[in-house]
């Protein structure tokens, strides 16, 4: 992988986003943390330099990203077409995409904090260091209380395909449950401005997709050019997006979903 390439990190994958944008190559991006939306080339949406490079551990987190988003995009690219239906290989690159995507949604407001920490070595030493944000991805992925697709057996689930109009952010894996504390029983994510790719059990009723996604997104929120608000949306270096005025940033989008 070029150096370049790792600098300019997209947080949502350019190969995902691409299919929300215009003949110019151009999408809808609200910065919730600069609170304000823009008009952006694919090439420069969601970029954050060196985003997925560890500052203490030495693991590859972008290299790992990248066999993941490569093998995911395949699957996607497979759920757009006239026929969904993946193979045993194409559903779990699906899921581990979706995993990479939930992941790095938890952590799209924190590229810019280091954490202090204590570093006990090998040789019995200690040093001060600070975790940037690659180095508590990496860290978290031993978390026993967070959520893996993949231990969650969707491969046996039922997937299909529904329609709409969709937004997409960095909290576009949307994980439903029956009831609080259950366990989660539906998991939705749109593939495409045009399509959402729905696996387990079905809607029980109108749901407000669009609306959810802004809500659970911590930074970035995509869309077709004129889905967005642009401009200032609040005051600069507030850290979110307020819930309560999340539909005012969605200019024409307001899509539900249901299926019985």
């Known amino acids: 992988m070029a150096r370049d390439e790792v600098r300019r990190a997209h947080m949502l994958t350019k190969g995902y986003i691409r299919a929300w944008a215009d003949e110019r190559n151009r999408v809808d991006v ?98 001060d260091v600070e975790f940037n944000v690659a180095d508590r991805l990496l860290l978290s992925q031993s978390m026993k209380d967070v959520v893996r697709l993949k231990a969650l057996g969707l491969e046996s689930w039922e997937w299909r395909i529904l329609p709409g109009e969709f937004v997409t952010g960095d909290g576009a894996v949307l994980l439903f449950r029956e009831a609080e504390g259950a366990d989660v029983c539906t998991v939705a994510f749109p593939v495409s401005p045009t399509q959402l790719v729905l696996i387990g059990k079905p809607f029980e009723g109108p749901v407000p997709l669009n609306p959810l996604i802004a809500s659970k997104s911590r930074r970035w929120l995509v869309g077709r050019p004129g889905s967005l608000r642009r401009g200032v949306l609040g005051p600069i270096d507030s850290t979110i997006v307020p819930v309560d005025d999340v539909e005012s940033i969605l200019t024409d989008v307001r899509e539900t979903a249901s299926e019985g």
């Not at 699957?75 to 193979?87: E, Q, V, W, Y």
């Not at 790095?104 to 570093?119: C, K, N, S, W």
């Open 30 to 127: 609200i910065d919730m943390i600069r609170n304000r939306g823009y008009l952006s080339s694919v090439n420069n949406a969601t970029v954050r330099s060196y985003a997925y490079e560890p500052n203490v551990l030495s693991h590859d987190l972008e290299q790992d990203y990248s066999i993941v988003e490569s093998q995911g995009i395949q699957a996607i690219s497979k759920l757009r077409g006239a026929d969904p239906t993946l193979d045993a290989d194409a559903v779990a690159a699906m899921i581990s995409y979706l995993d990479v995507h939930l992941d790095r949604g938890r952590y799209a407001d924190q590229t810019e904090i280091r954490t202090p920490a204590v570093l006990l070595k090998t040789d019995r030493t200690i040093q």
